[in-house]
């Protein structure tokens, strides 16, 4: 089965990207999907939520400069179908050194390669920065599709023009050619105010073929989750917001045509 990478990118932070990422992946492997995280966020949120301890060396620091390979920093977590690249620190130093390198923004794309052709995983699903830097970009090159978390707030529209308008670029651009906007998750959504419910509206209807039917929910048990190292399934797994990930994951999996041996 061939294997399909998703990058998970917004440059505004705070929008509930590495949540969706995290939980996205864990409710994947429930589906006997068998899925990687690559947390390319230096400050490491997702290795955290996962419940793996920051380790000098196991990021892919060293193979984005040519040093290694990142078959050796897969790690395993809780779920059997699912693994991680974790990040640490240093990988806020590979902004600057992938700059000086040739075929800059095709660095991540080489890197991962042997992983996807490897037979190992259904799907890879990549945690960016929350700006559009050297590793975000390098990421956008790397995927099949950009999955857009995105905030029922006004101001998260501008960031959502934003974002397309660089995905554009880097079609244009040859980068890139393939890359498309795999589907828009609208995150912390309050069922309560009049603004969440606009927001989504107005999303549905200019991008209704990418937005998903599933809305994250805001609460507080999906905020709690990652400071103590669990998903949203081990901390509160019959919560709210376990139930929407649960479905978003469904959704992804139709969409993408995942399911392993047709398992629901």
């Not at 906007?181 to 609208?186: D, E, F, L, T």
């Not at 200019?206 to 190292?229: C, D, M, W, Y």
């Amino acid at each position: 089965m061939a294997c399909t990478v998703f990058t998970i990118a917004n440059q505004k932070g705070g929008v509930g990207k590495t949540t969706t990422a995290v939980n996205l992946a864990a409710a994947l492997a429930e589906r006997k999907i068998h899925t990687l995280v690559v947390d390319l966020d230096p400050q490491a949120n997702a290795t955290s939520a996962l419940g793996v301890e920051k380790r000098e060396g196991r990021s892919l620091y060293g193979p984005l400069r040519g040093e290694g390979s990142a078959f050796e920093m897969l790690t395993p977590t809780a779920w059997p179908q699912l693994a991680l690249i974790p990040s640490e620190v240093d990988l806020a130093a590979i902004e600057i050194e992938l700059a000086q390198q040739e075929n800059y923004l095709m660095r991540l794309r080489s890197v991962l390669e042997p992983i996807r052709s490897s037979g190992g995983y259904r799907a890879i699903i990549i945690d960016c920065p929350p700006a559009l830097g050297m590793l975000s970009m390098n990421s956008l090159a790397a995927a099949d599709h950009l999955l857009i978390a995105l905030q029922c707030e006004y101001m998260a529209l501008e960031g959502l023009g934003q974002i397309l308008k660089v995905v554009e670029r880097l079609r244009q651009a040859g980068v890139n050619p393939t890359l498309d906007v795999g589907g828009i998750v609208m995150t912390m959504f309050d069922s309560r105010t009049n603004l969440s419910k606009q927001v989504v509206d107005e999303v549905r209807q200019h991008l209704s073929n990418k937005i998903f039917q599933t809305v994250i929910p805001r609460t507080v048990r999906l905020s709690e989750a990652p400071s103590f190292g669990q998903t949203i399934f081990a901390y509160d797994r019959h919560g709210p917001g376990a139930t929407a990930y649960h479905s978003l994951a469904k959704e992804v999996a139709e969409r993408f045509g995942l399911e392993a041996n047709g398992t629901a």
